[in-house]
């Protein structure tokens, strides 16, 4: 898929406001079921960004920032991996993998 200068352009807002989002904690642009589904409008696969938006959630379902402790960035990597998935016309179960492997870096045992 040839991604266009537009879309480019629109991604980065997208991820921007997702990501200040995601210490804000207050319209939850940073969950990945919207995060994923933004982009695949972006992207013109709306389908493909509920799908894996949908499977990513089930995953951070229990993550939210409280006090002063923040929960990982699931917007970032939910970013990545929808436009992973839908650029390079990749199954479902790819975009699961970086996503996971983006998390694990930011968790801290």
Known sequence: MEITTLQIVLVFIVACIAGME???DEFQFHRPLVACTLIGIVLGDMKTGIIIGGTLEMI???W???GAAVAPDAALA???STILVIAGHQGIGAGIGPWLSLWQQQ???
């Open 22 to 24: 995601s210490i804000l």
């Open 60 to 62: 951070a379902l229990g």
């Open 64 to 66: 939210m920032n409280i």
């Open 78 to 80: 939910s970013i990545i």
């Open 107 to 109: 968790v801290r045992f």
